[in-house]
């Protein structure tokens, strides 16, 4: 469905543009991703809040058959199990793989009348209970093959990073999560010198140094999606997010922002097996979680097996139970 056009590296400095309020964000967003995703319908988007029901949506953008009257009738008229089903279980999919959307009213009253008939999604929910939905409408029922599933669940991963990272410096001053300040604790030029370390960075130099070369050879691969996406992770350590910040003396400089997942839930897990088991329980997969933490694979195994003996669950659908129930 990707465009010769597309430019994954213009798509993700859309994402970390965190000097644009939100409503031009998300546009900037949705019109950078569109040679990726679009089928002919159009693309929609919009910020939800999952802590209420129905969903609480902002910031939308309907560029597609469907307006905010459809738009809200779809959410307003899905119940709880279509809602875990749907917004809170994946972070790439097409609608169709949703139990129950062959019955749902919306799909047979809203969608088909103007044309949709499935929609490709790139969900990006965060631990913190703010979403990001960006979807492509689509003429015909289909599924995504495992490359284009893996390729948007990354993109996603960055969306929510970027998301969380916006949150968190809107935020007024306050306490917050060991690494989830927002604030900048590393400085770097882009060939990977580092200028600045504050303390919590100071033995992740090295770690920070290979991210910001991994960023920049992802730039050589503006027309190459999955080789860009696997240079340039979502989180560094679990800890920090990069983003271009400014220029001084005809340098780009690059800054580290404490941008950790939320490690809320059961406090006889570290806060690393918080994290991981959050993620866990909004349907990411192991591998999902390792490139949006930017961990190894095999580090999310050993996390979720020591939270599984730890809460003395069964399996993952019990560990992600108990986990909710704290």
Known sequence: ??????????????????????????????????????????????????????????????????????LSAVVGRSDESYVRGAWLAKVAATASETPGFAEHPGVREIFHPVGIHDVLVV?????????????????????????????????????????????????????????????????????????????????????????VLAMDRARRFRRKPDRALASWRALVRARWTLVHDFEAGGDRYIVARANAASATGPQVLSARERQVVGCLALGHSPKVIAY???????????????????????DRADLIEKFRAG
Request: glycine fraction near 10%.
């Open 1 to 70: 469905m990707a465009s010769s056009t597309f430019d994954l590296v213009r798509a993700l400095e859309a994402v970390y543009a965190l000097d644009r309020p939100e409503g031009p964000w998300l546009r900037g967003v949705v019109d950078a991703l569109r040679p990726g995703l679009e089928d002919g319908l159009g693309m929609a988007a919009y910020i939800y809040d999952a802590s209420v029901r129905p969903l609480a949506i902002r910031e939308p953008i309907l560029d597609c058959p469907l307006d905010g009257a459809g």
């Open 123 to 211: 969900n990006a929910l965060d631990p913190l209970g703010v979403g990001c939905l960006i979807g492509a409408p689509l003429r015909r029922l289909r599924r995504l093959r495992d490359a284009e599933r893996e390729r948007w669940e990354r993109v996603g991963a960055h969306v929510q990073a970027a998301l969380r990272l916006r949150l968190r410096l809107k935020a007024s001053a306050g306490p917050a999560e060991e690494g989830a300040s927002g604030g900048v604790e590393a400085v770097l030029a882009r060939g990977g010198k580092v200028e600045h370390l504050e303390p919590p960075a100071e033995r992740a130099g090295a770690a920070l140094r290979d991210a």
């Open 292 to 314: 949006e933490l930017g961990l190894s694979h095999s580090t999310v195994r050993v996390l979720l097996a020591r939270a599984t003996a730890k809460l003395g669950a069964r």
